[in-house]
């Protein structure tokens, strides 16, 4: 009984201990408004940006899914082949048979073209059936499910979070929004969240009453609580070793087969890149961490004379550090309003600038969930004991004696050696930062300086894959084909030239010329491209030498056309134009080919490898009939200036020449540069976001220590002044100081910042890590900024009245 006593008479002595330390705390940080200010900032900024990545890194290792109950959804994928598959009625009547099934639904899906706005895209279409959102617990971010009326009506669809954001700017409102699929109109009434797409990327949902009995779909099951997938595949064994019975009777018949595939998202796996961001989110806490303990320490050290005084009239030290922690958990309160500010701008502002295409990198849209709000209370913890625990500390070990002996102020410059560790600290994570940043803005600025050598603006790219015509399809056929598409895309409106380019047929993998036989270079093997008249005019090549492609060429015996740098190297030192060469051996039996054109040196496509120098491949342009089957032809398009429309229109005028099953896609010939470069927009601005708040939080961390410092050493400015010394002499003092813990974080920085360039090297484009611009660009930044930062502490040494501070002391 007594030790309870004892525990509860000490539980209540604690609590009065920290009732009395409340107001003291409060009554303390009124009286400094700049110093609250500036570390509650710092904190906010810290924890908001951190708490911001937070949600990122969770929305990819813990992805969210759009429908209720997801570990219970599953899509049954059937497997085998017969010449009569059983019906849906069949599939769905066996499948709904399973005890441990609570609902079941069924879709179709179907590639096809998806006219969006003026742009088209073949994309994956799901048929729904009556109850499919219902079974799934769907729900929507914009708009509405479809109701019964819809699917009777089959005129409405809902989309996918992608597409939305692509082709609709990702708007607030669905308002008159709709698609064109074929010469169907749907009207969107919902946008569903992201992750709605599992598991087979589906990106339009059309709800349909029909039930073909000619195809049994993708049936979609939800199991009764406590049912697991493993309870299930059994049944669904035996179901389908029935249907195999009664269905694969055939010799060349597949037996059925079926398996489980959940719709939970997948977690994505972290690269160096993600790493990279948690790296900078922990830089920018430790620096903020950095900042108030060094402001801590800074005023602990003007009040000492306090501390040393409520110790002699009986205070434990136990009282001060308490104090201590009291004033960094406020500061941390307040910053957490802050913080909760800053993250909601950090998260909203990576939602909006996160590019589509990045989705494949682990990018989705951040996330709140327990697991963000722990992580952020942790980091919260650990603000307040690395910023507290330090000062507190110091604080408590404050002796009554020796301080009271000395006079109030401090008389010599030796006292910022305690807290110059801290600030280089602080500066060297700053810089870490920056260098980062800077690399990643030379990065940015490099590929958008990107020249292609012609107009690209008004340039597409359709690609028609031939394989999905089947292999029947014959080769004259796919040439028939080929030219009425190169007709009706010339045809389109909008359209103001348009070429052919197919893969070249090498009889061996070289190029022969003609100079073989005379001795010359026996073979080469260039980039070959097999392309139609107008080619050059599309792209924007001009001659330097011969002529362009004329209609027959290609019926004759054929014509050939090089770049400079090729002609350089097969012929160097006569003219091309007239000699010839063939795609093969000089024993092969293939044509000689007249060559009858030298094309300026164009740098169409984008090199993603600059660092590997200029793109210095040989180029070979080919004028011959199509021979053989090639797994792809591409057509390039020029349109027409300030023409709408263009990719729906080209697209409406090849659905009325190629077979339905043919598959094409119609993108800018840009493609792949754009994509990139919105890559390393979105990933430089992540990290100038992060750069430009360590250099904040830096140069308030260095001005705030500078200031205290000088306020503490303005006796010894003063003694200064009296015994001779210029005001100039003082600002320079003050400088100096600064200057050498800038210098010391900035030398610190730049290594760690270089080492961390290693882990975004592969999102760099053009740039290597060990860079001195970049390098170069972030010190001077850190320098002139933390000097501007120390100028007003400065010039209030410079104001140091030896009369005053002599008659104060």
């Not at 493993?230 to 389908?240: G, K, V, Y």
């Not at 406020?330 to 600038?353: D, E, F």
């Not at 084909?481 to 893969?503: H, K, Q, T």
């Amino acid at each position: 009984m007594s030790r309870i006593r004892e525990r509860v008479s000490g539980t209540f002595a604690f609590l009065r201990a920290t009732a009395a330390t409340i107001p003291q705390t409060s009554r303390s940080l009124r009286r400094a408004p700049g110093f609250v200010a500036i570390a509650t900032l710092s904190l906010g900024a810290a924890l908001g940006m951190s708490t911001s990545v937070f949600a990122l890194i969770d929305a990819m290792t813990h992805p969210n899914s759009p429908y209720s109950h997801v570990e219970q959804l599953f899509n049954v994928r059937v497997f085998g082949n017969a010449k009569i598959s059983p019906s849906a009625k069949d599939v769905h009547d066996a499948l709904a048979g399973i005890p441990g099934i609570a609902g079941l639904t069924t879709a179709t899906w179907s590639w096809l073209d998806v006219e969006a706005g003026s742009s088209v895209s073949k994309m994956r279409i799901s048929h729904t059936r009556p109850g499919f959102f219902e079974l799934l617990g769907a729900r929507t971010r914009l708009g509405r499910l479809p109701s019964p009326d819809d699917a009777r009506q089959g005129k409405v669809a809902v989309v996918g979070d992608d597409l939305w954001r692509q082709h609709f700017g990702n708007r607030s409102e669905i308002g008159d929004a709709h698609i064109s699929i074929g010469d169907r109109v749907y009207a969107i009434i919902g946008v569903l969240p992201p992750h709605a797409d599992a598991p087979a990327n589906v990106e339009v949902w059309i709800p349909d009453v029909e039930q073909p009995n000619g195809a049994y779909g993708q049936p979609f099951v939800r199991l009764r609580p406590g049912v697991t997938e493993r309870d299930i595949q059994p049944q669904l064994n035996a179901i389908m070793k029935r249907l195999t019975q009664v269905y694969a009777l055939g010799p060349g018949d597949r037996p059925f087969a079926a398996s489980l595939v959940t719709l939970r998202p997948d977690p994505l796996t972290l690269r160096d890149f993600h790493r990279a961001m948690i790296g900078a989110a922990l830089c920018i806490l430790l620096i903020a961490c950095a900042n108030v303990s060094a402001l801590m320490l800074s005023r602990g050290t003007v009040r000492r004379r306090d501390y040393a005084l409520r110790l002699a009239l009986g205070a434990t030290r136990g009282d001060i550090a308490r104090e201590v922690i009291f004033e960094v958990g406020a500061l941390a309160a307040i910053g957490c309003v802050a913080g909760a500010i800053v993250a909601a701008w950090a998260v909203g502002l990576m939602t909006r600038a996160t590019p589509v295409g990045m989705k494949w990198m682990g990018f989705a849209e951040p996330q709140w969930s327990l697991r963000v709000l722990g992580m952020s209370a942790l980091a919260v913890f650990i603000a307040v004991a690395v910023a507290g625990g330090i000062p507190a500390w110091q604080a408590s070990r404050t002796d009554p004696a020796g301080t009271l002996k000395d006079s109030s102020g401090g008389n010599t410059g030796r006292v910022s050696t305690r807290f110059r560790w801290l600030v280089m600290v602080e500066l060297a994570l700053s810089m870490t930062l920056l260098v980062g940043a800077s690399l990643m803005l030379k990065s940015v600025l490099l590929m958008s300086r990107f020249d292609f050598g012609v107009d690209t603006k008004r340039l597409l790219s359709v690609r028609v894959y031939e394989q999905s015509l089947g292999p029947s399809t014959t080769t004259a056929e796919l040439i028939r084909l080929n030219r009425e598409a190169l007709a009706g895309i010339r045809g389109a409106p909008g359209v103001e030239s348009a070429a052919m380019v197919s893969p070249c047929v090498f009889d061996h993998p070289m190029v022969t010329t003609d100079r073989t036989v005379e001795g010359g270079k026996a073979s080469t093997l260039p980039q070959c491209a097999n392309v139609s008249t107008d080619y050059f005019r599309t792209l924007g090549y001009s001659f330097a030498e011969g002529r362009d492609f004329q209609e027959g060429d290609a019926t004759g015996n054929g014509a050939a056309i090089l770049d400079e740098k090729t002609a350089r190297k097969l012929f160097p030192h006569e003219s091309a134009v007239g000699r010839t060469l063939k795609l093969g051996d000089l024993a092969s039996r293939v044509r000689w080919l007249t060559v009858v054109g030298i094309v300026r040196d164009k740098t169409v496509g984008f090199n993603p490898f600059p660092e590997r120098g200029a793109d210095s491949s040989e180029v070979l342009f080919v004028s011959l009939p199509d021979s053989g089957r090639g797994f792809w032809h591409n057509f390039a398009i020029r349109s027409a200036p300030g023409a709408q429309g263009v990719q729906v229109a080209v697209s409406r005028a090849l659905s009325g020449v190629l077979p339905a099953q043919a598959f094409k896609l119609i993108v800018p010939w840009t493609e792949t540069y754009d994509v990139q470069l919105s890559e390393e927009r979105f990933l430089s601005l992540v990290f100038s976001l992060f750069g430009a708040a360590s250099l904040a939080l830096g140069a308030a961390g260095l001005f705030s220590v500078v200031s205290y410092l000088a306020s503490m050493r303005m006796r010894e400015f003063a003694v200064r002044i009296a015994l001779g010394a210029t005001r100039e002499n003082l600002a320079r003092l003050v400088l100096r100081e600064a200057l050498l813990m800038a210098l010391g974080g900035t030398a610190i920085g730049a290594g760690l910042g270089m080492w961390a360039g290693f882990m975004i090297w592969d999102k760099m484009y053009g740039v290597y890590p060990v860079d001195a611009t970049a390098l170069i660009a972030a010190e001077v930044t850190l320098l002139v900024v933390t000097m501007l930062a120390c100028l007003v502490p400065a010039l209030r040494a410079m104001r140091a009245d030896p009369v005053s501070v002599m008659r104060a002391t």
